[in-house]
């Protein structure tokens, strides 16, 4: 990936095709405080240096961001940048089960875990991989669900991965516009609450019966 397209830095989704055409979260900033404002709008200028991750750390979060939240082009939301923040200033989710290391060695322990199983499995490291490769080997931790895995829960470590992935991706504005969320509701609110009540600013969805889900499109997830 080059520095700008992984770093949040390429151009944002068109709008229009999504299942809610014509939506634009940031048509809404102008209602927000400027505190809100500040704390969005980094999301989506430049990201800072990586702190946390070490190279390899970084290559292979980037590669097993893009698997579970199924990112196969450009532009990417910058998981790994918003994932290393997290990680780099211990804003951790305050808890980690007793079983597993803290967040912070769980997330070095397990990314040097899938290195080692592709070298193993491949004589390459995990982001070397082509995409079906990496596919197999994550659906491989999945499908452990309680079971070990490098001497610790699979299902666990799972959880470790998917909790700080859809954290990072549902922060940022470019998610909001494929899910159709304004965005912050303070200061300015909502008033029509209830199911089918939209805002004036609100579209609704183009594609309300399709859930992805139910396709099985990720085997792995």
Known sequence: ????????????????GGRFPGFDTLAQSKHWDRATQAI????????????FFTPLEEATADALFDQLLYQREDPRVPITQLVDSR???QQTDGW????MPNDRDAWRQTLAHLNSDARDAHGRDFAECDWDAQHRQLADVHDRGA???????ADRVWSLWSRYACTAFYSHPWAWDEIGFAGPAYPRG???????????????????????????????L
Do not use: C, Q, T
């Open 1 to 16: 990936m080059s520095a700008g397209s992984a770093h949040g830095l390429g151009l944002p989704p068109e709008h229009g």
């Open 40 to 51: 969005v709008g980094v999301r989506l200028g430049m990201m800072p240096h990586i702190r």
């Open 87 to 89: 990680l780099a200033e």
């Open 96 to 99: 980690h089960y007793a079983a």
């Open 147 to 153: 079971g070990e895995w490098h001497g610790m829960a």
């Open 190 to 220: 909502y008033k029509n609450l209830g199911i089918d009540r939209r805002e004036p600013f609100e579209v609704a969805d183009a594609r309300p019966n399709d859930d992805p889900a139910l396709r099985h499109e990720h085997p792995a």
